[in-house]
């Protein structure tokens, strides 16, 4: 038995030019990074016909850098994944807060269902008035 050579595949969103002039597409491990991303980077009821996928992460980012933001942030993201991202059997989240620059620096460490080697996506959150 041969497993699938693509799993998963969508659209890629940076709407970069490919040589044959058709749409970009992001397959299996990296399709699930841009989802994930995209995920935490949503706000509820931005989405119009689903309002209730996203995280409230930019209610967080003004809160002061301390133990009880990070805690929190960890708590928002991991429920967020595992709520509406079915195809990542998450590990670990790692917040860690960037004092000099005003960010947070997040690590996931996480499966993608069907692929057997872990993965790991970093992503800052900056405060951005």
Known sequence: MTTPTRIYKDLDFSMALTTTFDVAKRFDVNSVKQSIKNL??????????????????????????DVLTVEALKSIISTC???????????????????????????????????????????TLTRIR
């Open 40 to 65: 935490l980077l949503t706000r509820p009821k931005e989405r119009v016909f689903q309002p209730q996928v996203g995280s409230e992460l930019y209610r967080i980012l003004f809160e002061p850098m």
């Open 81 to 123: 994944i595992k709520t509406y991202e079915p195809r990542v059997k998450l590990q670990e989240v790692a917040v860690n807060p960037n004092y000099d620059n005003n960010s947070y620096d997040i690590s996931l460490y996480f499966y993608v269902i069907g692929v057997y080697t872990p993965v790991t996506f970093n992503l």
